[in-house]
């Protein structure tokens, strides 16, 4: 069952336009919402996250908004840079007794120069 | 600054053959976690361990068994390889509920 969903494999952006990346999931118990970055041949990186207790956070380029009542997250980068072209995975998690982490197929973004 | 280190970063295998994975990290993480990535699939987990002493299963734990050896270590292993387990596995760990994952550069396994 995927719990997480990145609906779009693929974005392309011009560099300085911006890219969003969108995320839905379908378990109402997640309250724990992260994006990773990843390039080839290497493991995946942290690039923001957020609680179930906000709407929106914020780290320099990087915006992630949160929608609960539509479960839905999305990930912002303005301005884009070319070296933001990675595969970027979505992932939730849940507390209580269950601790694991559920990841999205991932969305490869290209930003052009 | 190590983190997290998987060994091997290369495998290939013949169908039935068996082997173990293995995961240490130095950042004193209680949880930690084996992924596996294949195209259009995303990351999905197949067994995680909350803390020393447990094991859970994932989304896709069927062939595969684990082992928290310490708080250090996690190792996988593949009882009877098939071709179905080619890819690349990936271990992570964090420090609990609420805390980002860090991973590992990941082993590249074919089973031909």
């Known amino acids: 069952d995927q719990q997480v969903k990145q609906n779009s494999p693929s974005l392309s952006v011009q560099e300085g336009r911006i890219s969003i990346l969108n995320c839905d999931y379908t378990n109402s118990m997640f309250d724990y919402f992260l994006w990773y970055k990843k390039y080839p041949a290497e493991g995946p990186t942290f690039l923001i996250s957020i609680s179930s207790i906000k709407d929106k956070n914020e780290d320099g380029r990087f915006t992630v908004f949160l929608n609960k009542s539509a479960k839905h997250l999305s990930l912002h980068i303005v301005p884009s840079q070319p070296g933001d072209s990675a595969v970027y995975f979505c992932a939730a998690s849940a507390r209580g007794n269950n601790n694991d982490m559920r990841f999205g197929a991932g969305t490869r973004l290209t930003v052009k120069p | 600054n190590a983190g997290v280190t998987q060994t091997p970063k290369f495998q290939v295998l013949k169908t039935g053959q068996s082997m173990t994975l293995q995961c240490a990290q130095d950042m004193n993480h209680n949880s930690m976690y084996w992924y596996r990535q294949d195209p259009g699939m995303g990351l999905r987990l197949i067994y995680y361990?909350?803390?020393?002493?447990?094991?859970d299963k994932g989304e896709v734990p069927n062939g595969y068994n684990v082992s928290r050896l310490n708080k250090r270590e996690f190792s996988l292993r593949l009882e009877s390889a098939a071709p179905s387990q080619t890819s690349v596995y990936f271990c992570?760990?964090?420090?609990?509920?609420?805390?980002?994952?860090?991973f590992g550069s990941g082993t590249q396994l074919s089973v031909l």
């Open positions: 992570a760990s964090r420090t609990g509920v609420g805390e980002k994952l860090f």
């Open positions: 361990s909350a803390s020393e002493g447990t094991t």
